[in-house]
């Protein structure tokens, strides 16, 4: 089954860019993954839908300011003009027939 | 507007069982595939189960297979998860989400299952 591998940390300062990795393990580099985002204390939330090809979906009421985009195996989330309400953990999931997995997180910490 | 309303957590000895419900509107229950994640007190998230839209097919993560089973009513569109020979390890907020085209695009906000004596 796939792995996907998220460095634990990122930081930024207000109103900057972050751009936070998600890593397909081998052979799963094709896979289509999402990103969700999970504010402290709070549920998940949905934020994108993203193909290898670079191409993403994103959920209702999603800010422009989240985009997603893809290398070879790496997936890639970019908030820019960084917000205080980012300040928060970021998953990647994928998927395969019968199987779920999620990353372990990223925190963001808006500085 | 999709809306997914969990319930059933407490507080439940080890060995013990419990019965979550996630109630959904906003949507064509029937027609979505439904999953079950947890997360731990401090934790990432953990995938937990999975069920398709008619309940013909299940799948579980191999930490619960076995103990846990899922099951769906879509005359009343809602989600459940048995849990029975409860660990202390099962002890997590566990959130109902719908699958769209494979991926979760909706999460409920959480019920919180303690285990403990």
């Known amino acids: 089954q796939p792995v996907l591998t998220q460095s634990s940390s990122a930081s930024a300062s207000l109103g900057s860019s972050v751009k936070l990795t998600c890593t397909l393990s081998?052979?799963?580099?094709?896979?289509?993954i999402a990103w969700h985002q999970q504010q402290p204390g709070k549920a998940p939330r949905y934020l994108m839908k993203?193909?290898?090809?670079?191409?993403?979906n994103k959920g209702s009421g999603v800010p422009d300011r989240f985009s997603g985009s893809s290398s070879g195996a790496d997936r890639y989330l970019t908030i820019s003009n960084l917000q205080s309400e980012d300040e928060a953990d970021y998953y990647c999931?994928?998927?395969?027939?019968?199987?779920?997995?999620f990353g372990t997180g990223t925190k963001v910490t808006v500085l | 507007e999709v809306q997914l309303l969990e319930s059933g957590g407490g507080l439940v000895q080890p060995g013990g069982s419990l019965r979550l419900s996630c109630a959904t509107s906003?949507?064509?229950?029937?027609?979505?595939?439904m999953i079950w994640v947890r997360q731990a007190p401090g934790k990432g998230l953990e995938w937990v189960s999975a069920?398709?839209?008619?309940?013909?097919?299940?799948y579980y993560a191999d930490s619960v297979k076995g103990r846990f089973t899922i099951s769906r009513d879509n005359s009343k569109n809602t989600l459940y998860l048995q849990m029975n020979s409860l660990r202390a390890e099962d002890t997590a907020v566990y959130y109902c989400?719908?699958?769209?085209?494979?991926?979760?695009?909706?999460w409920g906000q959480g019920t919180l299952v303690t285990v403990s004596s």
């Open positions: 999931e994928t998927w395969d027939s019968n199987t779920r997995v």
């Open positions: 081998s052979g799963h580099s094709s896979y289509i």
């Open positions: 993203l193909e290898g090809s670079g191409s993403y």
């Open positions: 906003g949507f064509t229950f029937g027609t979505y595939a």
């Open positions: 989400a719908r699958l769209d085209t494979s991926c979760t695009s909706n």
């Open positions: 069920i398709g839209g008619r309940g013909g097919s299940t």
